[in-house]
């Protein structure tokens, strides 16, 4: 973000601060539960979305140094991700070759040849079918280069590994490219330089566009948020920004509006408002004073998505046991704030077998909301 955006987006929210207006969108805007509700709305996402994008399958430190890897799930696929020994980052599926055993049964390690625990055939890091036990006798004439690991695309990119977890699909993905534009406030962020200091991942019982929705508007704040974060926050304001697909929030604290009593080069976004970057289709980054929160939503069914939630701070901050007791502080305090979301998350999706309603109403300062769903919508029918 340059200095010019960093103004403007102040200016515009100690602008309507003043005017006590919240951001409005011209109109209100309905959401049919389907949306949520819908296993084949659901079905459709993995086939048109999640197997589709680009998507971030791990932060890059979870795999440093040549010849590490990690495995997990990712968008519904078994992944293992290696560096090879030149540390660059390659993404596979974690299927046996001979007969569809799980390749690597690690969660992590370090490894330069993954051999099946079924037949101990073996693969490099790099993909390629190393050894075949008895291979001259029970297959002859096997054709090994069809038989190297199932690649996915993979890119490194403002410190995440970038998967399209899709073993069909090919070629490099351009993860700038992808970001229409929110790769210019990544690098003013730093996010490249970011370790995670903290982290849990937990299950919950609704679909992942209601919890993604939740940090979309401020409009409950002071009612679900009373006792936690709520008043820390202007009330109901937040505005928001199109980049392609993805959108970026500012969620004012109740200094923000003070601000027009102190000169503007004295300004600084990151001090008096939170900003949150919604980055399709599954992540939200929450950009804190020191450190950012970050969000990976993996939608596992219509009503269930894990939720891994971690704490970033800038690698170059102190790596001292009180530094870290503030980290893990402030990732608890997140995750009791982000468990007010949740719960109601899970009420809303358990209230949609009653069908009481046929759509949710988005207000004018829910704006993000629409238009977070009409990126999916598009996604969804528009390719069908
Ligand atoms: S299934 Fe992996 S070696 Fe046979
Ligand atoms: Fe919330």
Known sequence: MDRATELELIREIVGLA?????????DISHSPIRRYASVEQFDRERATIFTRVPTVAAQSSEIEGPRSFITKNVMGLPVLLARDDEGVARAFLNVCRHRGAKLERAASGCKRVFTCPYHAWSWTNTGELRSVPHEAQGFPHLPRAERGLRRLPVAEAHGFIWIVANADASGKPDIDDWLSGLHRDFRWLGLADHRIAAEETIEIGANWKILMEGGLESYHFRVAHRDTIGPYF?????SYQVFGPHLRSVLPRVSMPDLRQTP?????IRRDAN???????TMQFLVQQDHIMWFLFEPLATDLTSVRMATLVPRSAPDTDEMQARWEKNQAITKTALMEDFVLGEEIQSGFASRGNPSHLFGRFEGALNRFNLVVEDMVYGQS
């Open 234 to 238: 202007a009330d109901n304001l937040l």
């Open 264 to 268: 503007e080069e004295r300004w600084e």
């Open 275 to 281: 900003l949150l970057y919604t980055v399709v289709p």
């Open 18 to 26: 003043e005017q006590k207006s919240a951001f409005l969108d011209a």
